[in-house]
């Protein structure tokens, strides 16, 4: 199966990346996570082996500078990771993005303390530590569509008090640094994360985890329910605090590198679908055909040609908006996430048309196709989603 054809920009030989990841490493893992992918699918167990792997491998620590032990890595190389690793055992690529996205950010973006940034930086490169930002509330749902969080940060010596509750907390299992996006009780509040780091008992520091994720795709993903109660964070863990007007304007590099990276899963997702489906259209050989393959057929082939089409789209849009944003260029926030409107429905309807042309072998459980299909149609769920994508980009068109 070929692993390493689609993430890797041309002239990216042996020697990979500009962060040094070679091709056939990545293949490499994505092969072996692929072997477990639907053991973790049907239990919806977290992959805690194949993070194992990519700690071995310097990979949780791609995006961070060299000076804190890092690989210095860019856009281009965290995409080539991603959409590799999304082939093998996507949970396992989502949770990376989330935890990609979040370094560069502290190293470029956001003015948290500068010895809680450093300090994240090197336990990535030392000991594997992952880290998401948690944002999710039963009340508030996404940040992406305004309100107050319900979770609230008070003011106590030394530090602070955090109570609330988050959904969708993807990785908890593993994560080493929780963030928690809340508000302080302050009459004029202000929001932003505070750190909390995870240390020898999640209960005895008032964290519970609720072990509610049962979705139909990203099983391995761990985005069970987080409640803190009366959780204690030192001021040096609390991130940078604003009105909640100043995280009204979205960032553009930040913007495309979510835009890339989620993408860049689901196109990940999309490439495994469609070289199950060679493979199947290869080995079928039904007796009207007299001993050929379906490979043979017209029909299937110009099917195939289609799905080919999407994901040479992605390809051209996911590499274009990764080089722009390494060179220092990046797009608007609008273009960026055009880019992730356009990709993610163009891996679901690759994956649909897959499915169309496969029949029953293509819905069997027996077979992948059919979780690639549970699993791609999560791009659907992640904010802004493509209703807010699309108001926004016409709204931007209409100030022009």
Known sequence: MPFDEPPFPAGFGEGGTAAGIAPSHIAALAADFALRAAEHDAAASFPFENFDRLREAGLLALVDPPSLGGRGGGLQDALAVVNGIARGEPSTALVLVLHYVIHTQLQHGLAWPVALRDRIARSAATDGALINILRVEPELGTPHRGGLPATVARRVPGGW???????????????????????????????????????????????????????????????????????????????ELRPPSGWAVPDP????????????????????????????????????????????????????????????????????????????????????????????????????????????????????????????????????????????????????
């Open 161 to 239: 008090r955090i109570s609330g509750t988050k959904l969708y907390s993807t990785g908890i299992p593993a994560l080493a640094w929780l963030g928690v996006w809340g508000r302080t009780d302050d009459t004029d509040p202000l929001v932003g994360t505070w750190v909390v780091p995870r240390g020898a008992g999640l209960a005895e520091q008032g964290i519970e985890v609720r072990e509610t994720w049962n979705h139909i795709g990203m099983r391995a993903s761990g985005s069970h329910e987080v409640v803190f109660r009366d959780v204690f964070v030192p001021d040096d863990h609390a991130g």
């Open 253 to 400: 590099v930040t913007t495309a590198w979510m835009s890339t990276l989620f993408s860049g899963a689901y196109d990940g997702i999309a490439r495994a679908a469609r070289d199950w489906l060679v493979g199947f259209l290869h080995a079928r050989k039904p007796t009207s055909l007299a001993g050929a393959s379906l490979a043979t057929v017209p029909r299937l082939q110009e099917a195939l040609g289609g799905i080919e089409a999407l994901l040479l789209t992605n390809r051209v849009l996911l590499r274009s908006l990764a080089a722009a944003v390494d060179a220092g260029a990046p797009p608007s926030p609008s273009d960026s996430l055009l880019v992730k409107y356009t990709v993610t429905n163009n891996a679901i309807d690759a994956v649909g048309r897959a499915l169309e042309v496969t029949g029953n072998p293509g819905l069997s459980r027996d077979n992948p196709l059919e979780r690639h299909h549970r699993d791609v149609l999560c791009a659907r769920v992640h904010a802004p989603q493509n209703d807010m994508i699309l108001t926004g980009a016409g709204r931007a068109a209409l100030s022009r």
